[in-house]
């Protein structure tokens, strides 16, 4: 039996626990002041445990910034229909968050240090930054697909802090459903829409 | 002359200095954990000019609160033309956030306590939730105001995430106008527009 309430080693979702827990305290606590001990103790965990998965505080963050999700597979095949790429994102998206709550603790976590972190805010940035450009790409043929999609991650991620992170109450408990038609048709419109005055030239459809 | 490069006590910007020295304090490491002292150090003040300003730490955590600019005089008067209620509020909310560096620091501040500290983060969601549902109570006369306001809310998070605190390159590099015409029809959308599927019923027009 582990002992005083401690997760036993060989749990499911140890290592997710861990890296939650690291998350929450490199967010609160800046990743310096972080010590193995604290994110031990509030894993619930015994400090070997980390350092058996993670080997050291860097591999930590490494993981911590790592997405859980694989963004150029979840964002496969959008140009096969552009004309709903916008509501497809939004679903796809969401449904990565609310697929296990494990994924959404990870992913939790991720954001926090992504908004705290000054060296994380730029893996993110660039992470995403390059996924959501390359979907772009592949839906319009323009000059200004750097601010398409500069403007589709400003809408995703205002929905995600405000749905997961703040918790504001009508986006919160709206169904992922009733945000997808609220909100896809804002995507596409970053997508494909005149955001500059006139509407952006498809890509030409591929061999 | 003040010693060792502190600034001095009537400096018009002191007490701004302090406030966005103790934002970015609370953003990084928690409330609790900051002194006054390291909030002085980092502000380059002495630490009696901390206590003259604002006594203690719960009266800086109030002033850090508090928004430079009132939001209810910021958003006045949209009612008059709700067709382009979506383009100016981009553009008010962006002037306000642009209208001097003392304001930004402010604002910046404030949103990195309100992203990190979970009674912050409460107030803001209050009082932001409470001035976007009144301009939308304004324009709208539909159940689902809440909802609107709420969405309103996603997409100028995520503009100001974006702009100023990520610093998403083309965001952070666009003109304000630029951003007025990309996301102006977008919060206009979902003050007016079908998001679940039809259009808003306007407000009846005041006596």
Do not use: M, Q, W
């Given at each position: 039996m582990p002992p005083r309430g401690r997760r036993p080693a060989g749990g499911s979702d140890t290592r997710e626990v861990i890296l939650a827990a690291a998350g929450?305290?490199?967010?609160?606590?800046?990743?310096e002041r972080t010590t193995m001990r604290e994110v031990a103790g509030r894993a619930g965990?015994?400090?070997?445990?980390?350092?058996?998965?993670?080997?050291?505080?860097?591999?930590?963050l490494a993981a911590a910034l790592a997405l859980p999700v694989d963004p150029a597979r979840l964002l496969a095949g959008l140009d096969?229909?552009?004309?709903?790429?916008?509501q497809a994102i939004v679903r796809r998206v969401l449904g990565m968050w609310e697929a296990d709550p494990q994924t959404r603790?990870?992913?939790?976590a991720l954001m926090r240090v992504?908004?705290?972190?000054e060296h994380a805010a730029e893996v993110l940035r660039d992470l995403l930054g390059r996924t959501i450009l390359t979907v772009v790409a592949r839906v319009v043929a323009e000059?200004?697909?750097?601010?398409?999609?500069?403007l589709v991650g400003t809408q995703m991620g205002g929905l995600l802090l405000g749905r997961y992170l703040l918790g504001?109450?009508?986006?919160?408990?709206?169904?992922?459903?009733q945000l997808v038609v609220a909100i896809g048709p804002v995507v596409q419109h970053y997508l494909t829409?005149?955001?500059?005055?006139?509407?952006a030239r498809r890509s030409p459809p591929k061999a």
């Open positions: 929450g305290l490199f967010a609160e606590v800046g990743f965990v015994d400090p070997a445990l980390i350092h058996h998965y993670f080997v050291n505080k860097d591999g930590l096969k229909d552009p004309d709903h790429a916008g603790r990870r992913l939790l992504g908004l705290s972190h000059d200004d697909r750097p601010l398409r999609a500069a504001i109450p009508a986006v919160r408990d709206a169904t992922s459903e829409g005149p955001i500059g005055g006139r509407a």
